[in-house]
């Protein structure tokens, strides 16, 4: 029998399923700060070289972006695991509850009312997402589950 998740874990992964919209702040907010940036697309004076392999602004802006903080890659990996939970669920009924509960303000009775279920349906089904979430942000290395009680997110 599969061994549960802690219930650290449990909440670390459903925080993340709950915001993904601050996730896609946070690389939308980078990037556009990288893109927008003045440094190096001042095309009147000469370019030098900068503090990376190449003095091409174009080509600095498009390694920060591909590089990004460890904020933003760590960001990254969250919306890769809620965009292949999402998928793996599409057209079932965790992925009618996905669509009404995550990202949303609903309450679990009342998702369960809007599903036509019990609440404990419900609970089933978001184990189900929880679940596989988790078994997505292990394979991203987001975190280990050996690290037990002391476990925190791993670094991006």
């Known amino acids: 029998m599969a061994k ?3 219930r650290d874990t449990y909440r670390l992964v459903e925080w993340h399923l709950h915001r993904e919209g601050l996730m896609r702040d946070i690389v939308q907010t ?9 440094k190096g697309t001042d095309y009147s004076s000469p370019i030098g070289k ?5 003095g091409d602004p174009v080509s600095n802006k498009a390694l920060k972006l591909a590089d990004g903080t460890p904020e933003v890659r760590r960001a990254r990996r969250w919306l890769r695991v809620i965009q292949r939970t999402r ?3 599409e057209d079932t009924p965790e992925g009618k509850l996905f669509a ?5 303000t609903a309450t679990i009775d009342l998702v369960a009312a809007a599903m036509g279920t019990v609440r404990r ?3 089933q089904l978001r184990d189900n997402i929880v679940f596989r979430g988790a078994m997505y942000a292990i394979e991203e290395q987001l975190f280990r589950l050996e690290d037990g009680q002391d476990r925190k997110e791993c670094g991006a």
Do not use: A, N
Not at 30 to 38: A, K, N, Q
Not at 50 to 54: D, L
Not at 100 to 104: N, S, T
């Open 4 to 6: 549960p998740l802690d």
């Open 30 to 38: 980078f990037e556009t700060d990288v893109l927008l940036s003045t």
């Open 50 to 54: 900068t503090g990376g392999m190449t």
């Open 87 to 89: 998928e793996w669920f």
């Open 100 to 104: 009404l509960f995550y990202g949303q």
């Open 121 to 123: 349906r419900v609970d």
